[in-house]
């Protein structure tokens, strides 16, 4: 299986505050790589696929990069609904695996 | 607009098999790239996929859970069911079901919290 490894685990970030969260493959997935955002209710949202394409509706201030082993998600300027657990999903092979999250807290 | 949504038993024993239904809307699962997969998330702790079914029938199951899954879906009436046998107090998590394209889950229902307990 391939192994998403997720940093940091937890940060706490400012409003406005522009952010990196970063994934790590243990191999490589061509850019199959996905980002799901989860608020406290449970609800999940996708924000981001094959790397770097926006989901409808997710606000450009979201964005993804990456390539090989090493992806990332940043967020350009923290709104405050934007605090909230992400994770980042790959589906280079069989079974499907996702980061342990980043919950992205209030300073 | 789609729209899932998952219903279950909500607390069941442990050895027992557990089967929940996502009913959706919106889409169909009898178009060509159109899934429903099963992801589920333990209080507190992260996601893991579970399993997918595609608009032709093909099915795909995570290996973790060895032959205790099996996914399947009724066309007609836009659902889409998981069962898994032998259930113990590790199998208990919110299970959700998601639309899926290309391995991507594009919508997500609410989640249906499931208990393993004697």
């Known amino acids: 299986d391939i192994q998403m490894t997720q940093t940091p685990s937890s940060m706490p970030a400012s409003l406005g505050e522009r952010v990196t969260i970063s994934c790590r493959a243990s191999?490589?997935?061509?850019?199959?790589l996905n980002w799901y955002q989860q608020k406290p209710d449970g609800t999940i949202k996708p924000l981001i696929y094959y790397t770097s394409n926006l989901q409808s509706g997710v606000p450009s201030r979201f964005s993804g990069s990456g390539s090989g082993t090493d992806y990332s998600l940043t967020i350009s300027s923290l709104e405050p609904e934007d605090f909230a657990m992400y994770y980042c999903q790959q589906y280079d092979s069989s079974p499907l695996t996702f980061g342990s999250g980043t919950k992205l807290e209030i300073k | 607009q789609v729209t899932l949504k998952e219903s279950g038993p909500g607390i069941l024993q442990p050895s027992h098999t557990l089967s929940l239904t996502c009913s959706f809307s919106g889409f169909s699962l009898s178009t060509y790239g159109m899934g429903v997969s099963w992801i589920r998330q333990p209080s507190g702790k992260g996601l893991e996929w579970l399993a997918s079914i595609w608009w032709n029938g093909n099915t795909y199951n995570n290996p973790s859970l060895k032959s205790r899954l099996t996914v399947s879906k009724d066309t007609s009436n836009n659902q889409a069911f998981l069962k898994v046998t032998s259930v113990d107090t590790a199998d208990t998590a919110t299970y959700y079901c998601?639309?899926?394209?290309?391995?991507?889950?594009?919508?997500w229902g609410q989640g249906v919290m499931v208990t393993v307990s004697s």
């Open positions: 998601a639309h899926t394209r290309r391995n991507y889950f594009d919508y």
């Open positions: 191999q490589g997935i061509s850019n199959y």
